[in-house]
């Protein structure tokens, strides 16, 4: 009976901690996730080459310790002659992937355990050898829905045809109708004037409900996250209301005017060479109105740009194919130096470490800001030119390579407010990149965050100075 009991609680501790295992397991992979979307999806798939290669089984390929040395600084590895990293880097065009220094080894285990419980899920389509589960009822019906609707499109560009080919021998015939009778048989100047006024009421329906259907789907029915927005929104508002009323009356008068004054045959045109009235009018007008709204542009552009607000918190967005880092400054507020040439031999993003000024600078892979907290943004790119474009905080900037720009502005809605405001408790802020910069240039972006001044501490403590060497993380950086 002893022996059973032994046995029991043993089988039952064994089933705790398996239980405990896979818990932990699944915890580890879920964090992988998060990680892996802020980091790889820019330039990585599991199971295709987009810019890097294909992530499936990289487990099996390599082992982990090599894996954690080589996500952290690919360079050095492949510098220290590490036969591997020097046979991956020629295989992949010598494109220098980007350095992790700021990940730990535990999350980069937690990456590596994201990827293999990818590479593991079975595959959606058939190979020679491999079983592959049987579609499900609702795959069925999308399958089938597909192809309905394949038939139903190839079924209307038929039938647009066959009426394109009848009405070409409509006109045709009645074209030759009217050869033998000496006169038309259809008045196309009175069909074309209709025409013309149907299509004017019907253009200005469509427009009037596009910007009542599509308005609350732009950044704009959200309102502005920055303190500049208003004013970027107001003019925005004012240009569109300005031109949308010139737009509609010239249209009008432009159809009205093809309805009215159709040829009958009985109305000779009147030949009106000049009016200098009218003229001096139409000219004088636009230009007074186009000037107030351009001096009103150039002085908000001006207050934007030469924004020198010495509380501004300094921080640089570097840019590459295809991602972004963030580079935060420590408790002095300066960033350490920065060398385009030294990019990718020590640090990914070519920060001088011998700067002492870069010593408890913070790289990150999220942009963090804190709300009512001014921030200038050094903007710098390490291959092309790409645009650093924050639509809900009215910010679009090009990153051009070797050439600094600069932009600076006060967030000052929290994103947890901006979840409340738009009753989406999934919405994040996004830097995205908008200039045609690659073929993966539509993955390139970086998650933003406007955090409380308190929750802006409470993560700036979690980071990682660049060069450690008192502490772990950036705890020791005064924050103001």
Known sequence: MKIVKLLSKFTLLVAIAFTFTLKLSAQSAEEGKTLYNANCTACHAINEKVVGPALKDVHKRREEAWLIKWIKNSQALVKSGDPVAVQVYKENNEAMMTSFENLSDNEIKSLLAYIKAESETPAVTATAGVAVPAPTAGATASAASTDWDSAINWLLFIIAIVLTLIIATVSKILGRIGDIQGKPVVNWNKTNSILLLAFLIIGLGATAWEFWAHSK???????????????????????????GIVFVITQVLLFWYGYKYKSDGKRKALYYPDNHKIELLWTVIPAIVLTILVVRGLLTWDEMMD??????????????????NAR???????????????????????????????????????????????????????????????????????????LPTRFAFKPTVTTAEMRTKMNKPEFDYVLLCNKICGGAHYRMKMKVVVHTKEDYKKWMKTQKVLVNKKTANASAVALN
Request: hydrophobic share 40%.
């Open 217 to 243: 789907h732009t950044v704009f029915s959200s309102g502005s996250a920055s303190e500049h927005g208003a004013e970027y929104d107001s003019m925005f508002m004012v240009t569109l209301i300005i031109t």
């Open 328 to 402: 935060y400054a420590g408790a002095d507020n300066k960033l350490g130096s920065h060398n385009f040439r030294e990019v990718g031999k020590v640090n990914a993003l070519g920060v001088d470490t011998n700067d002492v000024n870069a010593h408890d600078d913070v790289i990150t892979n999220e942009l963090h800001l804190e709300v009512n907290q001014p921030v200038d943004f050094a903007f710098r790119a390490k291959d092309v030119i790409h645009s650093a474009y924050l639509p809900h905080f009215r910010v679009q900037m090009n990153v051009v390579p070797g």
């Open 307 to 324: 924004n020198k607000n010495e509380k501004a918190r300094n921080i640089e967005i570097y840019a590459y194919q295809f991602g972004w």
